[in-house]
């Protein structure tokens, strides 16, 4: 058992991988993508207290003094026990990591900030055959590349707008194309959600040598999670309620 290996006085480090990326809300809770793996995972706020006293460079002992001391009344054997069993699943899940030196290497999610996209340089996007053609076309190699594990799909996609920079792109233009590929989902027979959706509308800007940012986020009460595009910081035909844990 963990619990054996963890005797109190042990100035033990949790690191937090660099595949690993985090954002809190104000209610405590947090939130964690596993970019190797593609899975969400969510924390309530008492676990939520302990991610982010890691993530701040609190050894595991040191965190558990200070959640005990913001809670006199609970017995500081159980908080104990309980982080304990909460740090033994993070281990198990790959969302965590230990070792007696070291820093945690927190991936949090950057604020939103919004930025003035628009230039009068591009020329706006017109509907017609050849987008639909284009929208099809990224609809279905984003299928494709959401069927590899996420952590390769995530690498191609990093790769794939880091060589389409090279021309300009109003809000407009980038408006049209999501619109282009959500029409094409509405004719596609399989999975056409928001994942694939956004993924598509990268893709469709990187095939015009254009770039646009892939969001993945989240949103509480309940928890609920999103996948989006951005330009400039700026949400594309995108619910604004929603915010963001990974930029790609």
């Given at each position: 058992m963990l619990a054996a290996r963890l005797p109190a006085g042990l100035m033990l480090k949790v690191r937090i991988p660099r595949h690993v990326h985090h954002r809190a809300y104000e209610h405590g809770g947090v939130v964690l993508?596993?970019?190797?793996?593609?899975?969400?995972?969510?924390?309530?706020?008492?676990a939520g207290m302990l991610w982010a006293s890691w993530a701040q460079g609190?050894?595991?002992?040191?965190?558990?003094?200070?959640?005990?001391?913001?809670?006199?009344?609970v017995a500081p054997e159980r908080i104990h026990e309980d982080a304990v069993n909460l740090l033994h699943d993070l281990l198990r899940r790959g969302l965590v990591g230990t070792g007696a030196h070291g820093s945690t290497r927190p991936r949090s999610a950057p604020s939103r900030e919004t930025a003035d996209a628009t230039t009068s340089l591009d020329h706006d996007l017109r509907p017609g055959w050849g987008a639909a053609l284009l929208a099809w076309c990224c609809l279905v190699l984003a299928v494709l590349l959401l069927v590899l594990p996420f952590r390769v799909t995530a690498a191609v996609v990093g790769w794939i707008r880091g060589?389409?920079?090279?021309?300009?792109?109003?809000?407009?233009w980038a408006e049209?194309?999501?619109?282009?590929?959500?029409?094409?989902?509405?004719?596609?027979?399989?999975?056409?959600?928001?994942?694939?959706?956004?993924l598509a509308t990268v893709l469709f800007a990187a095939a015009s040598l254009r770039h646009l940012d892939w969001c993945l986020g989240a949103a509480t009460d309940p928890y609920r999670f999103h996948a989006w595009v951005e330009l400039g910081g700026r949400p594309i035909a995108a619910d604004s309620a929603y915010l963001r844990v990974l930029t790609i």
């Open positions: 993508i596993n970019t190797a793996t593609g899975h969400w995972h969510a924390l309530n706020p008492a609190a050894d595991f002992e040191r965190s558990v003094a200070e959640i005990s001391a913001r809670h006199p009344g060589v389409a920079r090279r021309r300009d792109m109003s809000t407009a049209a194309a999501a619109h282009a590929v959500r029409r094409a989902a509405r004719r596609y027979p399989g999975r056409a959600a928001c994942l694939e959706t956004s």
